[in-house]
């Protein structure tokens, strides 16, 4: 991929420009086999799945900067300017498209940059997430309740210019420090969520949902657990982390599945709406699914019963922290059989690892959803040992 914004040193958050796409795959999958070398030393590795080097994101997340009338829509240098990026080839090009005509509107609405020098002023980021369909949602993250009614008044107008775009909402984010939006959002469309289709379900996306921003490769991470689903049959299965319900609802509608239960637990409001929405339109298809609201940490609150049969699922896709030592002495202790395990960060996946010795890693696949960066998204497939199996791989690794 070609820059010239990282060529003129506007940007140099892809810090990969310029190194040719295979040798980051290999650099990549090596990193991670290196990395769990210790804790899944006899782990298959599937062949990576790549994705496009160019025009792959969903998602913009765009700072606004400069001045009312003539914003800027990108980055913030060093000394908090803004830096405009709005030909960015990272994005899908819908979206492309779609962005050097949003900041043409923002300017003629006459929206207030924030100026985070000053710490004053009104738009801070514009958050735009692209669905395979076309259709676009908008997110406006405000300091204040200010510009609101203006933006009231001239949604009919932007909804004219930007045709793509089905959802529009505002978030609130008073505060003064980095944290890109604030916990009040404000839907100002009639349509609230974001059809995102993906794989034959189409997820509903509501605007604090978290979605991969790689389309093409999320698809393919769903499908690697809906096939591991195929391959271990549970009869249940426990969806942790579980967001707008991507893995819960592969597993579910994976051949096979409509006899078995499938649970997801999510922090998110948010998120567990979109996935009860997404399940709800399937009606009875998909099997007893559900989807409630919960911290994954609280081992207290989870339901071991659901992982009495012989065969049943965990599933686990972490922040980058990993899951921590409390849920992995629960998931050790737990009935599950299987445990599949998406991480984006290797490292702590494999502490997470050293404490299950009870699972031994028996696939492992690196799904590349950020090209031009070192950052990677890693699936394994582990399953329970018996206690002379753990006993024998735990010796093993001890003599060595």
């Not at 992982?307 to 050790?332: C, F, K, Q």
């Not at 998406?342 to 050293?354: E, F, H, I, T, Y």
Request: hydrophobic residues 40%.
């Amino acid at each position: 991929m070609q820059c010239d914004y990282f060529d003129a040193r506007r940007c140099r958050s892809c810090a990969l420009m310029g190194v040719p796409y295979a040798v980051q795959l290999a650099d990549k999958n090596e990193r991670c086999r290196q990395a769990l070398s210790s804790v899944a030393p006899h782990v298959h590795w599937l062949e990576p799945f790549a994705s496009p080097e160019s025009a792959f994101r969903n998602k913009a997340k765009l700072v606004v900067g400069g001045r009312t009338g003539a914003v800027t829509v990108g980055i913030l240098d060093a000394d908090a300017n803004g830096v405009d990026l709005r030909a960015c080839g990272l994005h899908e090009e819908p979206l492309q498209d779609v962005i050097p005509r949003l900041a043409d509107v923002v300017d003629e609405i006459g929206l207030e940059p924030y100026d985070v020098s000053a710490r004053r002023g009104e738009l801070k980021h514009l958050i735009l997430t692209l669905s395979p369909t076309g259709e676009v949602m908008l997110r406006l993250v405000l300091r204040s309740r200010r510009h609101l009614a203006l933006l009231e008044s001239r949604l009919a107008g932007l909804l004219a210019r930007l045709p793509e775009v089905r959802v529009v909402s505002v978030n609130l984010q008073p505060e003064h420090k980095a944290v890109l939006e604030g916990a009040t959002e404000i839907v100002l469309t009639e349509q609230g969520s974001l059809p995102m289709p993906v794989n034959g379900l189409t997820l509903e996306l509501r605007p604090n949902s978290f979605f991969q921003t790689n389309t093409a490769v999320a698809a393919g991470l769903y499908r690697q657990a809906g096939d591991w689903a195929q391959e271990v049959t549970p009869s249940a299965v426990l969806d942790l982390y579980c967001g707008v319900g991507g893995f819960a609802l592969h597993c579910a509608a994976a051949p096979g599945a409509p006899a078995r239960h499938v649970l997801g637990v999510e922090v998110s409001p948010e998120a567990v709406e979109s996935a009860r929405l997404t399940a709800s339109s399937r009606g009875r298809e998909l099997g007893d699914v559900a989807f409630r609201m919960g911290d994954a940490t609280d081992v207290e609150a989870l339901e071991p019963d659901l992982l009495r049969g012989p065969r049943s699922m965990v599933v686990v896709n972490p922040p980058r922290r990993g899951i921590g030592p409390d849920l992995a002495a629960w998931i050790e202790a737990c009935g599950a059989s299987h445990l599949v395990y998406s991480s984006c960060n290797v490292d702590s996946l494999a502490r997470d690892l050293a404490q299950l010795p009870s699972f031994m890693a028996r696939q492992a696949r690196l799904f590349d959803m950020f090209p031009q960066t070192s950052h990677h998204e890693v699936i394994l497939l582990l399953e329970r040992q018996t206690h002379s199996a753990t006993t024998q791989a735990t010796t093993g690794a001890a003599r060595t």
